[in-house]
């Protein structure tokens, strides 16, 4: 099993903990991406002082730039890397979308698709042409060119941050790897089951895909210290469940329902709108702390690894706090973890 970081280019140090990381046998970096700083600039400053880690965007959000500009830049980075990058999508929201990019947020599954459908005829150098409904090039009724990219043909990992059941299947028709929020190895099945079948139905061996599964990860000293950190990361999820979703329809929460966490999802979302933002976060299931997440001694976490393991997940994806020294002490007890498992 591989380890991924999470990581903010932008912190004092950060290339510093890039080069440390990559000394430590850390797989990728991953760079987030919401209403702030742009995940590409700051992973392109991160490749100029590395060598061998992969590098990887968490998310960048479709619609946020044209799908043939993102082929172009992730071709950039490839590039510049030494072709060393991935390419970490996801659709976000409509609040998101509609009110910081300006684009509408229809179709998400379709948008994905067609992106990554012109991500690869860029990438291979071919004549853009895509007959979309969401994408359709060049424009009709216009004076647009079905041109040439300008780009040395290479390839670029596509990795889908999926959670509905139809955008999971696209993942595994068509990526080459999954960012799995919200993923816990005691309901594996709801997440990779329609990952795999897609992946068979399109003729591919689903165990070529990278499952990536994000986590919090933090030692404990003892059970009792693991408790009250898997409880500080259960109310975090409170903002999650009561706040992302619009017009009634959250993302999160509907993969919360299909974890088997329904009427106490619905509960705290009421009680998020309602107000009453800490009894909220004090109904938000503990479990969802402690199980899509390693907090917890280091036994304990070594056995989460294994179960992991065990449901296919290939890469993990640590969430770190504190200074970088404390964040690369936590990858070195996390890999050592990992190779007990």
């Known amino acids: 099993m591989k380890v991924g970081v999470v990581i ?3 912190l004092p140090g950060a290339a510093q903990f890039a080069r440390d990381a990559e ?33 990887g965007t968490f998310v ?16 950039s980075l490839q590039e510049l890397s030494g072709g060393r990058f991935l390419l970490g999508v996801g659709t976000s929201g409509p609040r998101v979308m ?44 216009s004076d647009g060119a079905p041109l040439v990219p300008m780009v040395r043909p290479a390839h670029v990992p596509v990795y ?27 309901a594996a099945e709801v997440f990779l089951g329609p ?9 591919r061996d689903p165990g070529e895909l990278d499952l990536v ?24 999820y409170a903002f999650t469940i009561g706040a992302m979703g619009t017009g009634g329809r959250n993302f999160y929460n509907d993969a919360f329902t299909r974890l088997g966490y329904g009427p106490q999802v619905a509960e705290v979302a009421e009680l998020w709108q309602s107000g009453r933002r800490e009894d909220a976060r004090a109904a938000v299931p503990i479990d969802l702390g402690r199980l899509t997440n390693l907090v917890g001694t280091a036994d304990w976490i070594t056995d989460r690894v294994g179960a992991y ?4 997940i290939t890469t993990l994806l640590a969430k770190l706090d504190g200074d970088f020294a404390a964040q690369l002490a936590t990858l070195e007890r996390l890999l050592d973890a990992v190779s007990g498992a």
């Open 8 to 10: 903010e280019p932008r």
């Open 23 to 55: 000394r430590l046998g850390i797989d990728s970096l991953w760079v987030p991406e919401v209403w702030g700083y742009d995940a590409l600039t700051g992973l392109a400053y991160l490749a100029a002082g590395t060598s061998t880690i992969r590098l």
């Open 60 to 75: 960048v959000q479709l619609g946020s730039r044209s799908p043939a500009l993102l082929a172009t830049s992730a071709l």
């Open 98 to 141: 509609e009110g910081w990019h300006g684009v509408r947020f229809r179709k998400p599954v379709q948008t994905t698709r067609e992106t990554i459908e012109i991500v690869r005829i860029v990438s291979r150098g071919d004549r853009l042409l895509h007959d979309g409904e969401i994408y359709p090039l060049p424009l009709p009724d």
């Open 160 to 186: 889908v941050a999926a959670m509905g059941p139809a955008n999971l299947a696209l993942t595994g028709e068509l990526a080459d790897g999954w960012l799995g929020n919200a993923f816990m190895p005691e």
């Open 195 to 203: 990952i795999r079948a897609a992946a068979t139905g399109a003729g």
């Open 213 to 236: 599964a994000p986590v919090a990860v933090e030692f404990t000293s003892d059970a009792a210290a693991a408790e009250t950190a898997a409880r500080r990361h259960a109310d975090g």
């Open 309 to 312: 393991a065990d449901t296919g």
